[in-house]
Every structure is written in structure tokens, then in C-alpha cells.
């Protein structure tokens, strides 16, 4: 740790360990039992408290609360843990809550996420990587968000909601049953509206795979089937298709059931 790059205003608990070239802003206050990595930038006015362990070349913008106790009438004070992995963008007053030891212990959260101002990310929540959380998107307890899923602004999910990879919410949609991956999500009660296209093009996924794709939606949403007969329907494209066994088989674990 170079002392040049830690404000002098900055308080930084004995107990916790900074990496070289980490810059801790102007008035922001480092706790204990914090690890953080080589290259992470905390701007003026974070608190971090721990036991967190954050990655390298994060940024974390102002008045951000990172690793407190989660919002959880059940916590009575056990060690739980906030893990943030490598080149994480975190805006302005987001808060982000250590796990419980009801779940895993642990909130988690992996590399090469952005996630905008006043979002809320609650206990026991795991993030995958490249994920956008826009401003003012929250999560409750226990949810999981696999890759490349974009949350637009003011969404909310419900706790033990799972989220699959490349999904879209629109703004303000609600969350309260699981997304199957490649969805398009929107409305206050969310409803599916097709598949993310636009979203898998720009990730590189062929015509042929998105045709695919489309076929599966149609069959698992347009068939009039129910849920487990969709998943007969699908059960030889998905033998042959890879994105298409991600899909069912996102369904078939599914224990809060899919939105529909």
C-alpha cells in the first residue's frame, strides 16, 4: 500500500489489508477484517466493512456501503461474508450486504460487472460476470444472476429468484418468479416478451443459434403446453443444440417455477 494514494482524511481499520496501488478517497472508512485487491480505486465517502474481500482494479464511487450486515431479522451477528471479484464498476450509493448463515454465509459477486447508482444487492445474493444492474435495481435475499444479464432501472427481484444467462428486464419490471436464460422480461408483474435478439447478436451468437432459439420459445411459450410438456418437446433439440439444453435445463431446477 502506497500511502501517497490514501487521503489522509481516510481511516483505515489496523485490521484490514490493502494490496499496492489501491486508492482510498477522502473521508472513507476501511473496516476490519477487509481485504482488497492491487488497483482498486474507493472514491470519497465509501464505507467498507468486512470481513469483505474485494478483487483488483475495482471502482467504488461515493457514499457506496459495502459489506455491512445484512438486512435480515434472523442475523444476530455471525461472521458472513461479501466476496467482489476483479474490474467491478460500482456507482454512486450502492449498497451491497454481507450473507447469513441461514444460506450460504456469503454474498458473492463475480468480475467485469457494472452496476449503477443507488442499486441494492441483500444478503446471500450471487452474481456471475458482465452483468448490468441500472440505477436504482434491487435485490432481495438469496437471488442468483447468471452472466450477461442486463436489469433495467428500477427492477426488482424477489428473494430466491434466479435470473438466467442473457436475460433482459425493462425499467421498472418486477421480479417474482425465475428467468429462463435469453428472455426478455417487462411489466410489473413480469412477463416474458420474446427472446433478448438484440442482446445475443451483439454477443456474438449466430443466426442459426437465435433461429434455434426462437423455435425453443415458441414451444416452451406459445405451445399452449405446460411446462413439463415443453420439456419433452424439447428434450431431442436440446440433446443437439447446447443453448438450448442451457435453457431446459434452467427449467427443469427451477424451484420457484418460470414466469409465464
Known amino acids: 500500500m502506497t500511502d501517497s494514494l490514501i487521503a489522509s482524511s481516510a481511516i483505515i481499520h489496523p485490521g484490514a489489508r490493502l494490496a499496492a496501488g489501491v486508492s482510498v478517497g477522502p473521508f472513507s472508512v476501511i473496516g476490519s477484517g477487509v481485504e482488497i485487491g492491487e488497483g482498486t480505486w474507493i472514491g470519497p465517502h465509501v464505507v467498507i466493512n468486512g470481513p469483505t474481500r474485494i478483487g483488483r482494479d475495482n471502482k467504488i464511487y461515493q ?4 459489506g455491512d450486515a445484512p438486512q435480515d431479522k434472523k442475523y444476530h451477528g455471525e461472521d458472513t461474508w461479501l466476496e467482489i471479484g476483479d474490474r ?5 450509493s450502492c449498497t451491497i450486504n454481507r450473507g447469513t448463515v441461514q444460506d450460504g454465509g456469503i454474498t458473492r459477486i463475480g468480475d467485469d460487472n457494472w452496476i449503477m447508482a443507488y442499486v441494492h444487492i441483500a444478503h446471500d445474493c450471487v452474481l456471475g460476470n458482465n452483468i448490468i444492474m441500472s440505477n436504482n435495481a434491487s435485490l432481495a435475499g438469496h437471488v442468483t444472476i447468471e452472466d450477461y444479464v442486463i436489469l433495467g432501472g428500477f427492477t426488482m427481484v424477489h428473494q430466491f429468484c434466479g435470473l438466467g444467462a442473457h436475460c433482459f428486464t425493462a425499467f421498472n ?8 436464460p435469453f428472455l426478455m422480461v417487462s411489466g410489473y408483474r ?10 445475443l ?6 443466426a442459426e443459434i437465435i433461429s434455434n432459439l426462437r ?11 405446460t411446462v413439463d410438456q415443453a420439456l ?6 436440446a440433446a443437439s443444440h447446447a443453448e438450448i439444453k442451457l435453457l431446459t435445463d434452467f427449467v427443469q431446477k427451477s424451484s420457484r417455477g418460470i414466469i409465464r
Do not use: C, W
Open 190 to 199: 413480469g412477463a416474458p416478451h420474446g427472446l433478448n435478439t438484440e442482446g
Open 215 to 225: 423455435r425453443a420459445y415458441k414451444i416452451l411459450y406459445r405451445s399452449n403446453l
Open 173 to 180: 419490471t418486477g421480479i417474482s418468479k425465475d428467468v429462463p
Open 232 to 237: 419433452e418437446q424439447l428434450g431431442e433439440l
Open 201 to 206: 447478436r451483439r454477443r456474438g451468437f449466430s
Open 88 to 92: 467491478n464498476l460500482i456507482r454512486e
Open 63 to 66: 457514499f457506496s456501503s459495502i
